[in-house]
Each structure stands twice: as C-alpha cells, then as structure tokens.
C-alpha cells in the first residue's frame, strides 16, 4: 500500500514539474477590424439625416465632422478628405469607399457615444508593400 501511495505522488510530481517546464506559446488572434459595404442600405429622408450632422470630439482628439444636403451624407476626420457615407441602421453610417464607417449613440441626457473605424494605410516593413489597416477610434 505505502508503495501504491509513494508511486502516485511521484506520478502527480511528474506531471507538476512536466505542467511547469512546458514553454509553448499560445497564440490568441484578436478579431480583425473591417468595413463591409451592406447589401441593403438603411433609407433615410433629410429629416432623419438631419439629426446626426454636426462635428463630434473623438477621443483621440481628432474631430468627426458629419456634412451634406438631402439624402446625401459625408464623413470627414479632421481636414483628411470627405467619404460619401450610406446609411446602414438607424444610426450607422459606412464610407461608399470603404475607409470610414461610423456609428452615432445619442443618449436620454444628451450625451453622444459611438464608435468611427477608419482604414488608415500601413507599410509592411519587410516588403515596402502599403496596405490598409482598419483602426477604431471613440467618440467622446
């Protein structure tokens, strides 16, 4: 029986030290960013458009500006060029090129949340080759 129990604490030892002394790496892939045009667009008439222009503060400190007339929207971060936006949801607007998608919360207490992902250009440094990376940027 001791030698029952002296074999088992040697098996557990074992795979203690075995559990410890194991240096794998795991690699856990963070989801990857992206901006889809939709199949369907959301309708919305002027009237509806007309709430969520404006200039909103992001929180990295740039400013969204959201312009235009009619059904027609655009988007802008700072002085980097307008994107014609389409309407997605209620309250979801993407870039017809793709490089701005933005999504304003207008809050009971006035208070404005949402998120704006944006494709900004990226060099891969072992190729020179400059792709695009979709990057999430807060509204305040």
């Known amino acids: 029986m001791k030698i029952q129990w002296l074999l088992g604490?040697?098996?557990?030892?074992t795979?203690?030290?075995?559990?410890?002394?194991?240096?794998?790496?795991?690699?856990?892939p963070a989801p990857r960013l992206t901006i889809d045009l939709p199949q369907h667009r959301y309708y919305m008439d002027d009237s509806q458009m007309r709430?969520?222009?404006?200039?909103?503060?992001?929180?990295?400190?740039?400013t969204?500006?959201?312009?235009?007339?009619?059904?027609?929207l655009y988007g802008e971060i700072d002085n980097q060029g307008p994107h014609r936006m389409v309407a997605t949801k209620h309250n979801t607007f993407v870039a017809l090129d793709r490089?701005?998608?933005?999504r304003i919360d207008f809050s009971d207490n006035g208070e404005t949340g949402g998120e704006v992902l944006m494709a900004l250009p990226q060099r891969n440094?072992?190729?020179g080759e400059i792709t695009e990376q979709v990057?999430?940027?807060a509204t305040r």
């Open 64 to 72: 969204l500006y959201v312009r235009g007339g009619g059904t027609a």
């Open 125 to 127: 440094l072992a190729t």
């Open 99 to 102: 490089k701005l998608q933005v």
């Open 15 to 28: 795979m203690g030290a075995q559990a410890q002394q194991s240096d794998e790496i795991v690699t856990v």
């Open 9 to 13: 604490l040697a098996l557990c030892a």
């Open 135 to 137: 990057v999430r940027l």
């Open 51 to 62: 709430q969520f222009r404006g200039s909103y503060d992001l929180a990295n400190g740039q």
